[in-house]
């Protein structure tokens, strides 16, 4: 089997949904300027060496439609000759592309390939412009597979105990240790600058433009306090516990990373960043799906012949704060190695793209704690989870 490596990785920053700074920027673009920052740190590689563009994305569909991967690799590259395709796990379709990307190099199947994720919340809405739920399977009593992730949510605190004081806790953290990052301008090294040029009409009805820059996420909120957080009512059951504020973002973004073989990344005299040592993706019942890295990250420590005590490092993608907090519970997670920048609380959850961007964040942050080992894990919608394990190597 060959070795594939991770040689660059970006991602954009994270903006509010749906009237944040990427409210004006389409998702294909969004990508595909991304693709472009990366490439230039590559100025005299041959695009056409690149085998496969594989985009992962939630709801694919309108502006993130018609099989957005090669259209981002139309966009991204310039050239026709780079195949493109759309995965959609979820959650996961970000971390879930960079796996495909790995096994299909290590199989021998391709040599390059550029992976990640885009989600536009701001486009498209949570679960699409018109979702169609099978009724047989619902009048069979199987609702909860079409269930939002906040009731499941709910269940989740309910079956284990988390308790509404504990999450909105574990919500202002993540905000702060968000915002601790912006404020040491942690993230420099993982984000591509975006240009947005926005249109809009003057006070005498004449079309105008103005453009700025984003470079710098948009979810941390510095006037959240625990009383503010306890004063907001629950948004999925009248008698819950799972709220705006303990809950994920709605958000724009996206991340890309190349993966080269052995063989290529010899050729070109790179330094490869990283390595996938394992993947799991499993399924649970769909009414906790919140819990997918509790069977996940096992999975994937088994495939790797490795535990817990092996792991530096973990991105857990703060779906809600009631499965987080569960999460870390039923694994004994240290809290100390979780998150240690926030999370998806604070800094947003652009779907799609999550995966690919959270493995960016580690493979950085693990480079200035001189870390080798790490996991990028999340709850996956319909009842899954995945996992990956990265080993870090520059």
């Not at 960016?360 to 394990?389: D, H, S, W």
Request: with cysteine; aromatic share 6%; net charge negative.
């Amino acid at each position: 089997m060959k070795t594939a490596y991770i040689v660059k990785g970006y991602r954009t920053a994270v903006g509010k949904a749906p009237k944040g700074v990427f409210r004006f920027k389409r998702p294909d673009e969004l990508a595909a300027e991304t693709i472009q920052h990366m490439l230039k740190e590559l100025p005299d590689f041959d695009k056409k060496r690149i085998d496969d563009v594989i985009v992962g994305n939630a709801m694919p569909e309108a502006e993130q439609g018609l099989n957005m991967g090669r259209l981002i690799s139309l966009m991204g590259l310039g050239i026709d000759d780079v195949a493109g395709v759309t995965v959609n796990r979820y959650c996961a379709s970000g971390l879930e592309t960079i796996s495909m990307a790995a096994a299909k190099i290590q199989s021998g199947m391709a040599d390059c390939i550029i992976a990640g994720g885009v989600e536009s919340m701001s486009y498209i809405p949570m679960g699409g412009y018109r979702p169609v739920p099978n009724y047989s399977v619902t009048n069979a009593g199987k609702e909860e597979y079409y269930w939002g992730m906040g009731l499941t949510a709910e269940a989740v605190a309910k079956e284990f105990n988390v308790s509404r004081e504990d999450q909105d806790a574990f919500a202002f953290n993540s905000h702060q240790k968000a915002l601790n990052a912006l404020d040491n301008n942690t993230f420099k090294d993982d984000i591509v600058p975006i240009t947005i040029e926005e249109i809009f009409m003057d006070g005498a009805g004449k079309k105008q433009s103005r453009e700025y820059t984003v470079s710098q996420d948009e979810g941390p909120r510095r006037g959240t306090s625990i009383d503010a957080l306890g004063r907001l009512k629950p948004v999925f059951a009248s008698d819950g516990s799972v709220t705006a504020g303990n809950s994920s973002q709605m958000s724009d973004g996206a991340a890309f990373v190349m993966v080269m073989s052995e063989e290529m990344v010899k050729e070109l005299n790179l330094e490869p960043v990283a390595r996938m040592v394992s993947f799991a993706a499993v399924g649970l019942e769909p009414r906790i799906m919140g819990m997918g890295p509790v069977k996940a990250i096992p999975k994937a420590l088994e495939r790797a012949g490795m535990s817990l005590k092996d792991i530096e490092q973990i991105e857990l993608n703060e779906a809600f704060a009631s499965q987080s907090l569960a999460v870390m519970r039923e694994l004994d997670l240290n809290p100390d190695i979780v998150n240690v920048n926030g999370g998806a609380i604070a800094l947003g959850h652009p779907l799609g793209c999550t995966g690919a961007k959270l493995s960016v964040q580690l493979f950085n942050e693990m480079r200035r704690r001189n870390q080798k080992y790490g996991i990028v894990t999340m709850c996956v919608g319909t009842g899954q989870g995945a996992a990956g394990i990265y080993e870090l190597l520059n």
